[in-house]
Protein backbone atom coordinates (compact mmCIF):
# COMPACT_ATOMS: atom_id res chain seq x y z
CA UNK A 1 0.00 0.00 0.00
CA UNK A 2 1.54 3.33 -1.38
CA UNK A 3 1.27 6.16 1.78
CA UNK A 4 1.25 9.61 0.59
CA UNK A 5 2.41 12.59 2.62
CA UNK A 6 2.22 16.35 1.98
CA UNK A 7 3.53 19.02 3.90
CA UNK A 8 4.59 22.80 3.43
CA UNK A 9 1.45 24.57 3.40
CA UNK A 10 0.29 27.55 5.45
CA UNK A 11 -0.57 30.96 5.30
CA UNK A 12 1.22 33.21 3.29
CA UNK A 13 0.40 36.78 1.36
CA UNK A 14 -0.77 37.53 -1.91
CA UNK A 15 2.45 37.71 -4.18
CA UNK A 16 4.59 35.13 -1.92
CA UNK A 17 5.45 31.54 -2.15
CA UNK A 18 5.30 28.48 -0.65
CA UNK A 19 7.08 24.70 -1.65
CA UNK A 20 4.87 21.88 -0.84
CA UNK A 21 6.14 18.80 -0.73
CA UNK A 22 4.83 15.19 -1.58
CA UNK A 23 6.54 11.81 -0.14
CA UNK A 24 5.68 8.87 -0.97
CA UNK A 25 6.33 5.66 0.79
CA UNK A 26 5.94 1.82 -0.25
CA UNK A 27 6.53 1.94 -3.68
CA UNK A 28 9.30 1.98 -6.20
CA UNK A 29 9.16 5.66 -6.47
CA UNK A 30 11.12 6.50 -9.97
CA UNK A 31 8.25 4.35 -11.60
CA UNK A 32 5.61 6.41 -10.21
CA UNK A 33 3.24 9.31 -12.34
CA UNK A 34 2.24 11.67 -9.35
CA UNK A 35 0.15 15.12 -9.57
CA UNK A 36 -1.00 17.78 -7.49
CA UNK A 37 -4.73 18.44 -6.93
CA UNK A 38 -6.48 21.34 -4.96
CA UNK A 39 -10.20 21.70 -3.49
CA UNK A 40 -11.94 24.76 -2.20
CA UNK A 41 -14.79 23.82 0.39
CA UNK A 42 -17.90 22.95 -1.39
CA UNK A 43 -16.07 22.49 -4.91
CA UNK A 44 -14.35 20.27 -6.62
CA UNK A 45 -11.05 18.99 -6.54
CA UNK A 46 -8.96 20.37 -9.47
CA UNK A 47 -6.11 19.20 -11.34
CA UNK A 48 -3.22 21.41 -10.35
CA UNK A 49 0.13 19.92 -11.95
CA UNK A 50 1.49 16.44 -13.13
CA UNK A 51 5.05 14.95 -13.77
CA UNK A 52 5.77 11.26 -15.46
CA UNK A 53 8.27 8.96 -15.16
CA UNK A 54 10.41 10.77 -17.64
CA UNK A 55 9.75 14.09 -15.79
CA UNK A 56 7.54 15.85 -18.63
CA UNK A 57 5.09 17.82 -16.56
CA UNK A 58 1.49 19.58 -17.44
CA UNK A 59 -0.18 22.11 -15.29
CA UNK A 60 -3.62 23.72 -15.32
CA UNK A 61 -3.74 27.06 -17.30
CA UNK A 62 -4.33 28.75 -14.27
CA UNK A 63 -1.11 27.98 -12.31
CA UNK A 64 0.39 27.84 -15.51
CA UNK A 65 3.95 30.32 -15.51
CA UNK A 66 3.60 30.25 -11.52
CA UNK A 67 3.71 27.10 -10.03
CA UNK A 68 6.69 24.15 -10.94
CA UNK A 69 6.32 20.84 -10.32
CA UNK A 70 9.38 18.78 -9.83
CA UNK A 71 10.88 15.61 -8.14
CA UNK A 72 13.86 14.01 -6.53
CA UNK A 73 14.19 10.02 -7.06
CA UNK A 74 16.32 9.70 -4.50
CA UNK A 75 14.79 11.53 -1.37
CA UNK A 76 11.69 9.96 -2.93
CA UNK A 77 9.73 13.17 -2.73
CA UNK A 78 7.92 15.46 -5.57
CA UNK A 79 7.17 19.12 -4.87
CA UNK A 80 5.44 22.01 -6.18
CA UNK A 81 7.13 25.49 -6.06
CA UNK A 82 4.31 27.96 -5.81
CA UNK A 83 4.92 31.68 -6.78
CA UNK A 84 3.01 34.85 -7.05
CA UNK A 85 0.75 33.24 -5.34
CA UNK A 86 -2.92 34.76 -5.15
CA UNK A 87 -6.20 34.38 -2.66
CA UNK A 88 -7.78 32.42 -5.33
CA UNK A 89 -4.92 29.46 -4.85
CA UNK A 90 -6.31 28.90 -1.24
CA UNK A 91 -7.55 25.03 -1.20
CA UNK A 92 -6.06 22.13 0.28
CA UNK A 93 -3.70 20.63 -1.68
CA UNK A 94 -3.71 16.72 -2.19
CA UNK A 95 -0.78 14.44 -3.90
CA UNK A 96 -2.01 12.26 -5.88
CA UNK A 97 -0.71 8.99 -7.58
CA UNK A 98 -2.31 8.03 -10.73
CA UNK A 99 -0.57 4.45 -11.64
CA UNK A 100 0.43 1.33 -9.16
CA UNK A 101 -3.41 1.28 -8.48
CA UNK A 102 -3.63 5.07 -7.42
CA UNK A 103 -3.52 6.64 -4.08
CA UNK A 104 -3.81 9.96 -2.62
CA UNK A 105 -2.77 11.72 0.39
CA UNK A 106 -4.44 13.75 3.18
CA UNK A 107 -3.91 17.19 2.00
CA UNK A 108 -2.04 20.05 3.35
CA UNK A 109 -3.56 23.40 3.37
CA UNK A 110 -2.48 26.47 1.60
CA UNK A 111 -4.13 29.94 2.88
CA UNK A 112 -3.56 33.21 0.39
CA UNK A 113 -4.37 36.34 2.40
CA UNK A 114 -4.77 40.03 0.01
Known amino acids: QVQLVESGGGLVQAGGSLRLSCRAL????????LAWYRQVPGQQREFVAQ???????EYADVVKDRFTISRDNAKHVMYLQMNALKPEDTAVYYC????????WGRGTQVTVSS
Open 96 to 103: RLTNFGGS
Open 51 to 57: IGVDEST
Open 26 to 33: GTSFKFTR
